[in-house]
T-cell receptor
């Protein structure tokens, strides 16, 4: 199937690190993505990783990719209240223009 | 200078009506998409056009009809609206072949059918 799974909720304290996990299905995906959706807004591309990479760091964001287990994670260092949002992982389906989005993880940052 | 703009932002209508949502992008992208986000925030692709040609047509009731007059515009027309059509509809665009293929999303159209 084409299910991309994420845990639905995550709650962390301000200043802690957040780790959002994702399990995807298409082992031949070329790119994997993380998007952020704030209330009442569209999805904003946060970062992406090419499938031949294991890790990508972009300021407070670290993406880890385990291709063998088809597992993707997003670590947010020094989480701030402004990071509260829904985070979606997405995989590009090889040979198509289609993305499959995960179920979304609602991150709540406690002050 | 919004990259992907959708109108209207909110749409409240009665069951049985016909309505359209419009989308325009000024990024020069060749590919545009419609996604539906339900009340649980699940996102499902509905349609995609590449340079005015329909390339993705998921299992969507034929009451939904996309139209792309040119590659910068992708409109969504919905006939005989039903309660279950209530959702947020997102338009997006991308430029395949340019590196990461990332989507740029519009801010969404919240459709409420009463």
């Amino acid at each position: 199937g084409e299910d991309v799974e994420q845990s639905l909720f995550l709650s962390v304290r301000e200043g802690d690190s957040s780790v959002i996990n994702c399990t995807y299905t298409d082992s031949s995906s070329t790119y994997l993505y993380w998007y952020k959706q704030e209330p009442g807004a569209g999805l904003q591309l946060l970062t992406y990783i090419f499938s031949n990479m294991d890790m990508k760091q972009d300021q407070r964001l670290t993406v880890l990719l385990n291709k063998k287990d088809k597992h993707l994670s997003l670590r947010i260092a020094d989480t701030q209240t402004g990071d509260s949002a829904i985070y979606f992982c997405a995989e590009s389906i090889s040979g198509t223009y289609k993305y499959i989005f995960g179920t979304g993880t609602r991150l709540k940052v406690l002050a | 200078d919004t990259a992907v703009s959708q109108t209207p932002k909110y749409l409240v209508t009665q069951m049985g009506n016909d309505k359209s949502i419009k989308c325009e992008q000024n990024l020069g992208h060749d590919t545009m998409y419609w996604y539906k986000q339900d009340s649980k925030k699940f996102l499902k692709i509905m349609f995609s056009y590449n340079n005015k040609e329909l390339i993705i047509n998921e299992t969507v009731p034929n009451r939904f009809s996309p139209k792309s007059p040119d590659k910068a515009h992708l409109n969504l027309h919905i006939n005989s609206l039903e309660l279950g059509d209530s959702a947020v509809y997102f338009c997006a665009s991308s430029q395949p072949g340019q590196g990461n293929y990332g989507y740029t999303f519009g801010s969404g159209t919240r459709l409420t059918v009463v």
